[in-house]
């Protein structure tokens, strides 16, 4: 394999807020990706750094009375703590007010305005005569022009959910100081997104594979039809009193987030090739064969993949190679709510004493190379990684370490590679196998391809492998017998280098947790993808086991939710940010009260999936119940369902249904349902549900 030289950066946090947990799916996936290419032996730089300009900061730094360095310098500290506590390992972290930035910032509007791509406008905003500034659309409030709800911000309503603009609400006020806002006309700066150059790059750009399948279909809805042009003019400016960079040769005159803050990924990688020695051109210049790839959330695609790569092929660079664009986060099948106690801070996540590795395995479990949102549920959370993690995986080392200290001198065994369980499992990575009926592709391709919950499954299928060994040998039955101490040494060896094997596999996901394996393995450098190919050798000297993972406690979940739960009395609504760059302003999760009917964000909560029934049987002293075995593609669930009277189990095999796959878990006296199947009836039957021939296991319903 030849080395590669890649770039990769991950959306710049807002620098006026906590890092929480719907932040750190992408980081972690990001770092996920980094940390296996690194294995690989190619040459990787992750950068980010924090998105650190705008009135928000500006006005947060008023209120403390401190200047907006001093708290961009200290949020900045906190948001790389937060990061490393999740072992998320950048090459470098930074800050977008920053010289480089700057630099880039002016050079690349510079190459704009020569290539005639910048023009300028009267445009009539509300300004507020009291602090005498021009106010950001979510700094303004008021009366929804469609509904008429009263605290509406001043791009869209939350209670009917019509977008308009801040000079449509009724009754206005600034949320800043309470006056009503008079209309004030400004000049502004524009980048020229609808000008034709940057229309036809973008319509053979965006459909050039750069993108994701269903961005790429979101991308010809926002570009439209040949011959259309639905693409608007970018406002890149704003005006003093403002935090930020002024604008060359226009006093008063500031960039806008729409140009300096992405600039801020060259201005890190800017600083760390300064500091490393590293070919700043050879990444970013228009001809570079170096790869460069952006891992983002859906909700700022519209900037990074048309703003962005427009601006940057009209200023004479290269554009991305791929935009990863990932969906959102919801706690227990609901956007994250401080009432709820599901607003979760990396820090408090911390605080209460939770394993970092624990949500880092969850949410690769749960992650795709799609756009789907993933749902993170407290009590599987804790259920999956205490089977996965504790009853599967360090369990092989701790069925195995005692024997060989205790018995052998910690030394191994020589291993047969050819031996059955090292085949077995090795053809999880280096061949493809057949499992269940489904064409296994290796594990480091699901990693490259950031099919995190495949690759976790088939490292999962290896710990299986792995116990049944054990189990069939039965290595405390081994001990006892003088005669079987051979076997019971090479039995244990086996389960070692199993457990070993896995540890490289998870070093992406698990780094902490691998690097503490490599450390009871006695071995010094670390794991590379090539080292699973390969045996620990005859009489080397494992060190002495100590415990590399607890179990989850459920205790700590309730307390986590209990820190997190935010009182429900009245406050006054403060205009803030826990947003990334493109989204500065974003409202506080509150409680509102259900219509009777439900939306299709609602709907889209439900993840139905089709599923094929594996096995069905009947459930002892369950009068009503039968027992399910569910392949939904990544995985396997067991669901208990009350269709007894309808079905005869032995003709359910291999039968499609459809099944609700985020429904928490349910603990029964016959053992844990983990979904539910659908059926339809009105007391004269019932009618399970399934889906037309050509469907297949793991297939979302929407």
């Keep these: 394999m030849s080395k590669r030289k890649i770039l990769v950066t991950s959306a710049l946090p807002y620098a006026n807020g906590s890092i929480h947990l719907g932040h750190l799916v992408e980081y972690i996936q990001t770092d996920i990706w980094v940390r296996f290419q690194k294995m690989q032996g190619h040459e990787v730089h992750y950068v980010c750094a924090d998105d650190t300009h705008g009135t928000p900061i500006m006005l947060r730094a008023e209120k403390e009375g401190i200047t907006p360095e001093a708290l961009i310098a200290r949020v900045q500290k906190e948001h790389e703590r937060d990061f490393a506590g999740f072992h998320v390992e950048f090459d470098h972290y930074y800050t977008t007010h920053s010289p480089e930035t700057r630099q880039h910032a002016e050079g690349i509007y510079t190459k704009l305005k020569t290539a005639r791509l910048i023009t300028s406008r009267a445009v009539e905003q509300f300004y507020d005569p009291v602090k005498q500034m021009f106010l950001p659309d979510r700094f303004i409030k008021g009366e929804c022009p469609k509904c008429g709800a009263r605290d509406q911000y001043g791009d869209n309503c939350e209670a009917c959910g019509a977008a308009y603009a801040p000079t449509d609400l009724k009754n206005p006020y600034s949320a800043v100081s309470g006056a009503i806002p008079v209309k004030k006309a400004s000049e502004h700066f524009f980048f020229k997104l609808s000008d034709s150059r940057c229309v036809d790059f973008l319509r053979e750009w965006t459909t050039s594979g750069t993108l994701q399948p269903e961005a790429a279909n979101k991308m010809r809805e926002w570009l439209g039809e040949a011959g259309e042009n639905k693409l608007s003019d970018w406002d890149i400016s704003r005006d003093a009193p403002y935090f930020g960079f002024e604008i060359p040769d226009a006093p008063g005159k500031y960039f806008y987030v729409w140009l300096d803050a992405p600039v801020g990924y060259m201005g890190s990688f800017r600083k760390l090739c300064d500091d490393k020695g590293i070919d700043f051109d050879e990444f970013w210049q228009k001809d570079s064969t170096a790869e460069l790839y952006h891992f983002i959330g859906k909700d700022i695609l519209y900037f990074h993949a048309l703003f962005w790569p427009a601006m940057l092929r009209n200023a004479g660079y290269r554009t991305p190679t791929n935009i990863y664009a990932h969906g959102f986060l919801t706690v227990n099948g609901e956007k994250m709510s401080k009432s709820r106690g599901t607003f979760i801070t990396a820090e408090s996540y911390l605080q209460q004493g939770l394993n970092p590795e624990w949500l880092r395995y969850y949410y690769a479990a749960k992650l795709n190379s799609t756009m789907e949102d993933i749902d993170l549920n407290l009590e599987d959370f804790a259920a999956r990684v205490n089977s996965d993690l504790v009853g599967k995986f360090v369990n ?93 040494h090479y039995v244990c060896s086996v389960g070692i280098n199993l457990f070993r094997y896995l540890a490289i596999l998870l070093v992406p996901i698990l780094p902490a947790t691998a690097d503490r394996a490599r450390h009871f393995l006695n071995e010094l450098d670390p794991y590379t993808w090539k080292n699973a190919e390969t ?40 205009p803030h940010s826990q947003q990334r760059h493109a989204q500065h302003q974003e409202n506080v999760v509150e409680t509102t009260t259900q219509p009777a009917t439900i939306s299709i964000d609602d709907f889209s909560k439900i993840d139905l999936r089709v599923a094929r029934i594996v096995n069905a049987e009947q459930v002892e002293g369950a009068d009503k119940l039968l027992k399910l075995t569910l392949d939904i593609g990544t995985e396997q669930r067991t669901v208990f369902a009350g269709i007894k009277s309808a079905y005869d189990p032995e003709k359910l095999k291999g039968r499609l249904t459809v099944m609700v796959a985020n429904l928490a878990p349910r603990k029964m006296k016959f053992g844990l349902s983990e979904g539910m199947v659908l059926a339809a009836g009105d007391g004269g039957g019932l009618y399970l549900l399934g889906p037309d021939e050509g469907a297949q296991p793991g297939m979302r319903i929407k």
């Design 396 to 488: 092989i080392a701790a069925r195995c370490a005692g024997f060989i200290e205790k018995r052998f001198d910690s030394k191994l065994a020589a291993i047969n590679l050819n031996d059955e369980p090292i085949q077995k499992a090795f053809q999880y990575t280096f061949e493809n196998v057949q499992n269940q009926g489904r064409n296994s592709e290796w594990i480091g391709e699901e990693y490259n391809s950031r099919e995190y919950g495949k690759a976790v499954r088939w490292i999962m299928a290896v710990t299986n492998i792995a116990n049944q060994y054990v189990d069939q040998e039965k290595p405390w039955e081994l001990a006892k017998d003088p005669s079987q101490l051979e076997r019971l």
């Design 535 to 574: 045996l620990l050798p005859e009489g080397h000297k494992i060190n002495s086991y100590d415990h590399l993972m607890t179990r989850v406690d459920p205790k700590q979940i309730t307390a986590l939710v209990e820190a997190s739960t935010e009182s429900l009395k009245p406050t006054t609504p403060q």
